[in-house]
Each structure stands twice: as C-alpha cells, then as structure tokens.
C-alpha cells in the first residue's frame, strides 16, 4: 500500500530565506504531483515530475524527483508572503489511485 | 470551459439522511476522483473511475458510494449520513493515456456538516 509522508508539516520562515519541503513515498511511482491550496480554497496545481531527475521550476517554487530514492523536493528560493499557503504532494500507485501527503503548512513572516 | 464543478456548495444533513454529492467536469477526461478533506489535515481518496462504467475503491470508502454513467459527471452518495463524514469533499478529474499523465484539476468543493 502506497504510503506519502511530507515534512515538515508547519514551517514558519522569514521573507528572502531558502527552504525545502521533502515528500517520500513507499512504493514504486511513475508520478509525482505538487499542488498549493490556499485558506478555504480548493487545490490547484503547481508541478507533475514523471521521471526520474526531473526538475521543474516555476518563479520561487523549484520540484525535483528521485524515483531511486522515492523522494521529491520542493524548494522555495528568497520567500515572499505571497507564498503562504499548504503545499501537498500526491503521487500515482500502480492501479491510478493517487494518495496524497499530510501537507505542508508555510507561513512566511515579512 | 467551465471545468469541475460541485453541488451543492454547504450542506447540513441530520444523522441518518442520504444525499448526493453532484460532481461534473467538461474537459473530457477520463479519470475522476472523489477526496474528502478534514480541518487541518490532508486528502483522503473516497472513490476513483478511470472511465465510465468503471468505479474503485479508494483509502477511506465506507459509508459512501458512487456511479459513473457518463464521462462528465460522478455523483457520491451518502446513505446514512454519520458525524464523522463531516468534511469538505473535493472532487477532482484528469487526462491519463499511454505515456501522458496529466495533473488533476479540482472542483471548489463541497462542505458537509452532519449532526
């Protein structure tokens, strides 16, 4: 059974620092899925790694994926405020379900 | 387009009442999921089509059903509505074909209070 771990679950962090947000998964995967979801909000998608050292990139927000190690990373360069927000990744089993980590709660202070 | 969409947007059902969550998408994707989402946690998967006629069992599917006749619509019913299926349900829908998996795109949700 395909299991998702985020972590951390709560970050709060400074505008203009740097952090990473990691994502591991139990079995083998051909997908890997980044989504933001604002406060009351629904889901929207950020970023979909479907090989093995992809890496995507989109303003502050950088994904990558290691199918060897079963791990993604989301990393957010020089935070704003505006970046406040959860981020989930999901990823697809074997049979189409696609499981969803806890989330990640950011808050960026100014 | 006008892409996911959910019925109702709130709703309040005694213990014991049924109802049907409506879910559409006009997108002509073929696969569909249901998610339930509770306060300050992440989603669970309910039920998933990957096409019409054909529904599966997700993490957390007691207590609920579904049916897919055509490719735009996935209601979820709730028979016996209990307490603990108060949460906000998100259904969501995607493109997936040999070699392409797209990412899912998500309704507004419906939040559900059952008491």
């Known amino acids: 059974e395909l299991k998702v771990e985020q972590n951390p679950l709560f970050l709060s962090m400074q505008e203009g620092k740097n952090y990473t947000i990691y994502c591991n998964y139990s079995?083998?995967?051909?997908?890997l899925y980044w989504y933001r979801q604002d406060p009351g909000k629904s889901l929207e998608s950020l970023f979909v790694?479907?090989?093995?050292?992809a890496v995507k990139q989109e303003g502050r927000l950088m994904a990558s994926l290691d199918t060897k190690a079963r791990l993604s990373t989301l990393h957010i360069t020089a935070a704003v405020h505006d970046l406040s927000a959860t981020y989930f990744c999901?990823?697809?089993?074997?049979?189409?379900?696609?499981?969803f980590g806890k989330g990640t709660r950011l808050h960026i202070l100014p | 387009n006008a892409g996911v969409t959910q019925t109702p947007k709130f709703r309040i059902l005694k213990i014991g009442q049924s109802m049907t969550l409506q879910c559409t998408q006009d997108?002509?994707?073929?696969?569909m999921y249901w998610y339930r989402q509770d306060p300050g946690m992440g989603l669970k998967l309910i039920y998933y089509?990957?096409?019409?006629?054909?529904?599966d069992k997700g993490e957390v599917p007691n207590g609920y059903n579904v049916s897919r006749s055509t490719t735009e619509d996935f209601p979820l019913r709730l028979e016996l509505a209990a307490p603990s299926q108060t949460s906000v349900y998100f259904c969501?829908?995607?493109?997936?074909?040999?070699?392409?998996?797209?990412?899912?795109?998500f309704g507004p949700g419906t939040r559900l209070t059952v008491t």
């Open positions: 999901a990823v697809g089993d074997r049979d189409d379900k696609i499981i």
């Open positions: 089509s990957v096409g019409a006629g054909i529904t």
């Open positions: 790694l479907l090989s093995n050292g």
């Open positions: 969501a829908s995607s493109y997936h074909n040999r070699g392409q998996r797209d990412e899912q795109y």
């Open positions: 079995t083998t995967s051909d997908r």
């Open positions: 997108m002509n994707h073929n696969y």
